[in-house]
């Protein structure tokens, strides 16, 4: 039976891939004292396939388009977070995140050296014990063959169990220190108690910092907020924003008196629509055209689960979905100016996507100089997370979006980091079950090691030495570690969005940092 498994298997590299997917992510499902595997399950189904049937591994090319398809995801998502991370205090998170990789870096060697481990096992562990996909492609270029991913495969489980315990423990040990909560957006009608204020146009540049005017009331009719309109004492006022900024308007303007305008839907309502047109997406709101005699106003934005404030410098992305309030009859046209598709969710340009991973693999060709050692590429996982960073921070370049509606984004990230996993396991089966059975105690104690020294390193150093914020400090840990896994734990510990915010600012930069150490070290090593 097993022979004609070994068999069949070997015959058809294509079935073995997908056999490990789908294996894996039935493994991944699987839940053990609040903890699952998740996607790093494939690894594990691919190695187990891949022990069973050594000859079943598919072509290298096959796992590279997988890592360069999750890689050029993640750059277009964060690509703004991370150069607004350069600053403010983006850059003391990194820094002691770099703080933390490095010495766990330093802890991988060190241990190693010691074992009798090969640097390029060492490399591994520590790629895998930081759950980063891209720094185990690095070192498996690097090295020319695939040690690195027997240490990876040995790690990768701590790597993700390690982190959540000491978040656990954190958080039972210490009284969280939370940082400023993300304001909720919400509307409010008012009664303007006066007429002291002027024009729309007065009210507008008058209102706090958080809020909008969406809709006016006069009489019996609601109507958009003409700037000229002079306002009188009576008219009913629709505000929409933070809901500390609108009871200082409340306290300046007049008296709450909820229903009069959201009630009357007669002569203006809202339509909401998917942003499926790219001529309009990647553009800041400021720039938006309506459509011609067409009299509206953008009430909100929907992004993902997010609620978005409609600011004048907020970049409109495709698969968003956006509300406008309008005459009804200004319906129509507003949808097919937006486009209104709800397949835009799920699709991209096909253009942008080719163009950009191009850019990603002729960066990652690049020979890159290093003073005293020589030289080193970004490789294909650095060339396309470099790239896709830049142009997600681009947004646009003339007529051409590079963002990707979120969900489209996740659907190629998650299918190609799969790929890559399953890929990586069936070719390194074989060599991590003789690599187990000889010094797979001593492969597991380093690979504990250098993940406890990478999250204790930063936790320590932003706790005691900067003294942030527990959810800033929760999101940076999760960016060193890596693994979405342990952001999710994170979220699920202390609710916040500053933890996603720290995450999303210190993951790429990392990212960076892991595939550059694995470069680095293996080309000294080797020579």
Same mark, same amino acid.
């Given at each position: ?7 069949l298997l070997e ?8 056999a490990a997917?789908?294996i ?5 499902r699987i839940?053990?004292a609040?903890?699952?595997?998740g ?12 022990a ?5 591994a ?17 750059g277009?998502q964060?690509?703004r977070?991370?150069?607004a ?15 933390g ?5 330093g802890?991988?060697?060190g241990?190693?050296?010691?074992a009798?481990?090969?640097?390029a096992?060492?490399?591994g ?25 027997i ?10 169990i ?15 220190r939370?940082?400023?909560?993300a304001?909720q957006?919400e ?14 146009a007065?009210?507008i ?18 109507q ?6 002079v ?5 009913g ?10 009871e200082?308007a409340?306290t300046?303007?007049?008296?709450? @008196?909820?229903?009069?305008?959201a009630?009357d839907?007669g002569?203006?309502?809202?339509v909401?629509c998917?942003?499926?047109?790219? @001529? ?6 400021r720039?938006v ?6 009299v509206?106003?953008?009430a909100?934005?929907?992004r ?5 404030l409609?600011?004048?410098?907020l970049?409109? @992305? ?9 005459p ?15 397949r835009?969710?799920? @699709? ?9 991973m ?7 060709l ?11 590429t ?6 396309a997370l ?5 142009l ?11 963002r990707?509606p ?15 996993l ?18 797979g ?10 993940v ?16 942030m ?5 929760l999101?940076v840990?999760s960016?060193?570690t890596g ?7 994170a979220?699920?510990t ?6 996603d ?16 150490c694995a470069?680095?070290v293996?080309?000294?090593?080797g020579?």
């Amino acid at each position: 039976m097993l022979d004609a498994i070994r068999s069949l298997l070997e015959q058809s590299p294509m079935l073995a891939l997908f056999a490990a997917i789908g294996i894996g992510y039935a493994l991944g499902r699987i839940t053990v004292a609040g903890f699952s595997l998740g996607v790093g399950a494939v690894l594990f189904a691919g190695l187990g396939l891949g022990a069973i049937a050594p000859g079943s591994a598919p072509p290298a090319m096959v796992g590279s388009i997988g890592l360069v398809m999750f890689l050029y995801g993640i750059g277009i998502q964060y690509g703004r977070q991370f150069f607004a991370g350069l600053s403010g205090p983006g850059l003391r998170w990194n820094l002691i995140a770099v703080l933390g990789v490095l010495a766990s870096l330093g802890v991988a060697l060190g241990l190693g050296r010691l074992a009798g481990v090969s640097v390029a096992h060492s490399t591994g562990l520590f790629a895998g014990s930081l759950t980063s996909t891209p720094a185990l492609q690095a070192a498996i270029e690097a090295a020319g063959n695939r040690d690195p991913a027997i240490g990876y495969s040995i790690a990768y489980p701590f790597g993700v169990i390690g982190p959540i315990l000491c978040l656990y423990l954190f958080s039972r040990l210490v009284r969280p220190r939370l940082a400023v909560a993300a304001p909720q957006l919400e509307p409010l009608e008012m009664v303007l108690e006066h007429s002291r204020i002027g024009t729309v146009a007065d009210l507008i540049a008058g209102l706090p910092a958080g809020v909008e005017l969406l809709a006016i009331r006069r009489g019996d009719a609601n109507q958009l907020p003409d700037p000229s309109l002079v306002l009188r004492a009576g008219d009913g006022l629709l505000l929409y924003g933070e809901a500390d900024a609108l009871e200082g308007a409340r306290t300046a303007l007049g008296r709450v @008196e909820p229903g009069r305008i959201a009630d009357d839907r007669g002569e203006i309502d809202i339509v909401r629509c998917y942003l499926s047109n790219p @001529e309009t997406a990647g553009i800041p709101m400021r720039q938006v055209r309506l459509p011609a005699g067409v009299v509206a106003k953008i009430a909100e934005v929907r992004r993902g689960d997010v609620l978005l404030l409609p600011a004048p410098d907020l970049v409109l @992305e495709l698969g968003d979905r956006i509300g406008v309030i309008a005459p009804r009859e200004s319906f129509p046209a507003l949808r097919r100016h937006f486009g209104d598709s709800m397949r835009s969710t799920a @699709e991209f340009s096909y253009i942008a996507v080719g163009l950009g991973m191009s850019l990603g693999v002729l960066l990652g060709l690049a020979p890159i100089p290093l003073p005293g050692i020589g030289e080193f590429t970004l490789g294909l996982a650095g060339g396309a997370l470099v790239v896709s960073l830049v142009l997600g921070r681009l947004g646009r370049t003339g007529s051409l979006s590079w963002r990707m509606p979120m969900t489209a984004n996740l659907t190629l990230r998650n299918f190609g980091l799969t790929v890559f996993l399953a890929s990586v396991g069936l070719g390194s089966g074989a060599p991590f079950v003789s690599t187990l059975a000889t010094t797979g105690p001593t492969f597991l104690a380093i690979g504990a090691a250098i993940v406890l020294v990478a999250v204790l390193v930063a936790m320590l150093l932003g706790h005691l030495v900067l003294g942030m914020s527990t959810d800033d400090l929760l999101g940076v840990a999760s960016g060193v570690t890596g693994n979405p896994a342990i952001v999710v734990y994170a979220n699920q510990t202390l609710p916040s969005d500053r933890i996603d915010v720290a995450y999303a600012t210190v993951y790429p930069s990392m990212t960076i940092l892991k595939i550059v150490c694995a470069q680095v070290v293996i080309g000294l090593g080797g020579s």
